[in-house]
């Protein structure tokens, strides 16, 4: 490690001494050096200026290592937010806006995306194939998992979802798939790989209409998700194949297999949303407007409990509030829609903030000075939600309102760059200094914020059932529950959690320069054990690798399909070096058979057949010491028995094998048999 130097090897009083040893080779004529002496006051001062200037100098402030973090390209993980899944049982049909707010205890979660509730429920699962329905609706949801289309899917299997009430046309309903044993696929190229699928549903008319899917998180039934869907026209009630009951149904057709296995579901969920530990004190919605008097978006959740404020910009790109009376905002469609109304055509870019009324969005005033510091409580503050305004007052007495948002530092700030830092340590924000980054312009209650997130991090990892109540009382919703315990929320990062952090993830092995590398890679597939992983160079071509594998299977000499042999090199191939090659590849497998004859102390006592199993044991697949390429000879087995309790000696000792050994080979014993001399 190199030298870490110090610019403060002197204190002040040795400044001080050195300063005054060498005034008489300077100024002879100054002969008074007691500290009553204006010059020794003044060589005192600049004594302690010196010494604080090398003293900050010295400093690797917070600042310094976050940057010499950005320079080794180590992206600084952020705070995360806690995320689950609510189950909710409305009592009747319901639209859920974004940001609609439920509680666990004191900790705050928000729906992450408007959503139709409806009261209705799964009746029938049914698959087709060749013609020949199978019910699969009992199993669903008790913990056992079925495959919708077959174990070997083909095209032109079905799979129905029979429903009790209709989905109601033109609005996005979703459902949520529960996939067994997709963590391994998801590392996969997802969208090249994934199953092709085709969605219908039956209509009024009993003919069936494709689906519009606006999103599948579960790419094609490869992982756990919602699919987000809308149908045009309304549905049509049938009983469908032996089911008595007449229902409403979809459609699922299975086109084309992909890389990833059949599709394998654990549980069909309906009215369910995903919420985040989060709590929006204030936002704002942008949209645009050309030459119209009206303009409808999605209710927010955050209109219902907010002051609201509406904004144009300026051609100079700037913001100005608007005065209630050149516009009205109305709900409607069942309080789904904010309509906003102007008293005459408009054009240009707008804005609408919602602010909490129990929270003031006005934070201070700005001094018109460079290094402004506002005190701002940043402990619950999710930072890349932070955006502030400044104003400033023009001469027709209208106050204009300029955006600044969040920066790491001023380094790449000019001076008209409108940014400031966030400090969470201090709980402050900075602004610059009008050559790196804008300072705020004077003025009395300017600098207000417009949107403001605040979130409990590690403490929304709230536990299953917890999430039970919704801010706003609505007796439609019904029963709430999280079935599962929320996940993910991670406390903002210090800087010595980072510097831990950056020495671990260099140590991780993320890219396939050795054959090691290799091997690790391989070894830490996510939910795949092997017994043995072995990278080997090609003797012929150096810049191919043979990566040879044995998962555990159960089986003695596990035998890997082909397909998987091609999943685990489509999760290598990214890490490799351009210019070299990859195959994965099973091993050859040899047996071997070991006769001995050994000498023993006591032929009475001594238990052969534990020492045959042991003999099985260390060659075998189960055992560290033995690798695939390894051969076998005699010296092994005098290693092995050497010290063990009650041999004396080997007299004979004879070892077949089935083949050549070579580097892809792995010998396992077949039979050892032992007798006593």
């Known amino acids: 490690?190199?030298?870490?130097?110090?610019?403060?090897?002197?204190?002040?009083?040795?400044?001080?001494?050195n300063a005054r040893y060498k005034i008489h080779n300077y100024h002879p004529e100054?002969?008074?050096?007691?500290?009553?002496?204006?010059?020794?006051?003044?060589?005192?001062?600049?004594?302690?200026?010196?010494?604080?200037?090398?003293?900050?100098?010295?400093?690797?402030?917070?600042?310094?290592?976050?940057?010499?973090?950005?320079?080794?390209?180590?992206?600084?993980?952020?705070?995360?937010?806690?995320?689950?899944?609510?189950?909710?049982?409305?009592?009747?049909?319901?639209?859920?806006?974004?940001?609609?707010?439920?509680?666990?205890?004191?900790?705050?979660?928000?729906?992450?995306?408007?959503?139709?509730?409806?009261?209705?429920?799964?009746?029938?699962?049914?698959?087709?194939?060749?013609?020949?329905?199978?019910?699969?609706?009992?199993?669903?949801?008790?913990?056992?998992?079925?495959?919708?289309?077959?174990?070997?899917?083909?095209?032109?299997?079905?799979?129905?979802?029979?429903?009790?009430d209709p989905l109601v046309k033109d609005k996005a309903y979703e459902l949520y798939f529960k996939i067994a044993n997709a963590t391994f696929y998801e590392g996969i190229g997802?969208?090249?790989?994934?199953?092709?699928?085709?969605?219908?549903?039956?209509?009024?008319?009993?003919?069936?209409?494709?689906?519009?899917?606006?999103?599948?998180?579960?790419?094609?039934?490869i992982r756990s998700g919602h699919v987000r869907m809308k149908i045009e026209e309304e549905m049509g009630l049938k009983g469908l194949f032996s089911e008595n009951q007449s229902l409403y149904w979809i459609k699922i057709d299975f086109l084309k297999k992909g890389v990833h296995p059949s599709p394998e579901i654990e549980d069909i969920i309906l009215n369910t949303?995903?919420?985040?530990?989060?709590?929006?004190?204030?936002?704002?919605?942008?949209?645009?407007?050309?030459?119209?008097?009206?303009?409808?978006?999605?209710?927010?959740?955050l209109y219902h409990m907010s002051q609201v404020v509406l904004q144009k910009q300026t051609e100079y790109g700037s913001w100005i509030d608007l005065t209630e009376d050149v516009y009205s905002i109305d709900l409607i469609d069942d309080d789904s829609v904010l309509k906003m109304s102007f008293i005459q055509e408009v054009t240009g870019p707008y804005r609408l903030i919602f602010c909490k009324d129990t929270f003031m969005d006005i934070i201070g005033s700005g001094n018109g000075l460079p290094h402004q510091t506002i005190e701002f409580d940043l402990e619950k503050a999710v930072e890349e939600s932070l955006h502030i305004q400044v104003g400033r007052e023009m001469s027709d007495g209208t106050t204009e309102w300029d955006d600044y948002l969040p920066t790491k530092d001023f380094v790449s700030s000019n001076a008209e760059a409108c940014h400031f830092v966030a400090n969470r340590r201090d709980s402050s924000l900075h602004f610059g200094t009008h050559e790196s980054g804008n300072a705020p312009y004077k003025g009395f209650g300017n600098i207000r914020l417009i949107r403001f997130y605040e979130s409990h991090f590690s403490k929304g990892n709230v536990r299953k059932g917890e999430i039970n109540k919704p801010i706003l009382s609505d007796k439609r919703i019904g029963d709430i529950s999280n079935s599962e315990p929320a996940i993910g929320g991670i406390?903002?990062?210090?800087?010595?959690?980072?510097?831990?952090?950056?020495?671990?993830?260099?140590?991780?092995?993320?890219?396939?320069?050795?054959?090691?590398?290799?091997?690790?890679?391989?070894?830490?597939?996510?939910?795949?054990?092997?017994?043995?992983?072995?990278?080997?160079?090609?003797?012929?071509?150096?810049?191919?690798?043979?990566?040879?594998?044995?998962?555990?299977?159960?089986?003695?000499?596990?035998?890997?399909?082909?397909?998987?042999?091609?999943?685990?090199?489509?999760?290598?191939?990214?890490?490799?070096?351009i210019g070299?090659?990859?195959?994965?590849?099973?091993?050859?497998?040899?047996?071997?058979?070991?006769?001995?004859?050994?000498?023993?102390?006591?032929?009475?006592?001594?238990?052969?057949?534990?020492?045959e199993k042991k003999l099985l044991e260390r060659f075998s697949i189960n055992h560290d010491g033995h690798s695939i390429g390894d051969?076998?000879?005699?010296?092994?087995?005098?290693?092995?028995?050497?010290?063990?309790?009650?041999?004396?000696?080997?007299?004979?000792?004879?070892?077949?094998?089935?083949?050549?050994?070579?580097?892809?080979?792995?010998?396992?014993?077949?039979?050892?048999?032992?007798?006593?001399?």
């Not at 530990?277 to 959740?301: S, V, W």
């Open 491 to 577: 406390e903002p990062t210090t800087v010595e959690e980072l510097k831990k952090q950056i020495v671990d993830e260099h140590r991780m092995v993320t890219r396939a320069v050795t054959l090691k590398d290799y091997e690790i890679l391989t070894d830490n597939l996510p939910s795949v054990e092997f017994h043995k992983v072995k990278a080997i160079a090609n003797l012929t071509d150096q810049n191919q690798v043979s990566v040879v594998i044995i998962p555990k299977t159960g089986e003695a000499t596990p035998q890997p399909e082909y397909s998987f042999l091609s999943k685990v090199r489509d999760y290598l191939e990214p890490t490799r070096i």
């Open 1 to 17: 490690m190199l030298p870490i130097e110090s610019l403060s090897k002197q204190d002040f009083f040795e400044i001080v001494e």
């Open 273 to 301: 949303v995903a919420v985040v530990n989060r709590e929006r004190l204030i936002d704002y919605k942008p949209f645009e407007m050309n030459k119209e008097k009206e303009y409808k978006m999605a209710c927010d959740g």
């Open 190 to 221: 997802i969208e090249a790989s994934k199953h092709q699928m085709k969605w219908s549903y039956l209509k009024n008319d009993l003919q069936w209409d494709d689906v519009d899917i606006v999103r599948d998180v579960t790419h094609g039934m």
């Open 631 to 677: 051969d076998v000879d005699e010296t092994n087995f005098y290693q092995f028995l050497y010290g063990y309790e009650g041999v004396l000696q080997i007299e004979d000792l004879q070892i077949q094998r089935t083949g050549n050994v070579g580097a892809t080979s792995f010998l396992i014993m077949r039979d050892c048999h032992i007798d006593l001399a």
């Open 580 to 611: 070299t090659s990859l195959e994965v590849i099973m091993p050859n497998y040899i047996w071997l058979d070991v006769y001995m004859k050994i000498n023993v102390r006591d032929r009475r006592s001594f238990n052969i057949k534990k020492l």
């Open 30 to 164: 100054w002969t008074d050096e007691n500290y009553h002496d204006p010059g020794i006051t003044m060589l005192e001062l600049l004594a302690w200026l010196f010494d604080m200037q090398r003293y900050y100098l010295d400093r690797v402030t917070d600042k310094n290592y976050r940057r010499f973090f950005d320079l080794l390209g180590f992206a600084s993980p952020d705070s995360a937010l806690a995320k689950t899944l609510l189950k909710l049982q409305p009592h009747e049909t319901l639209y859920m806006p974004k940001g609609f707010s439920f509680k666990a205890g004191d900790v705050v979660f928000e729906t992450e995306r408007d959503v139709l509730i409806q009261n209705t429920e799964v009746k029938a699962i049914i698959r087709e194939e060749d013609g020949h329905p199978t019910s699969l609706k009992h199993v669903l949801g008790n913990t056992v998992s079925v495959f919708p289309f077959g174990e070997e899917p083909k095209a032109g299997t079905c799979f129905y979802i029979g429903l009790t």
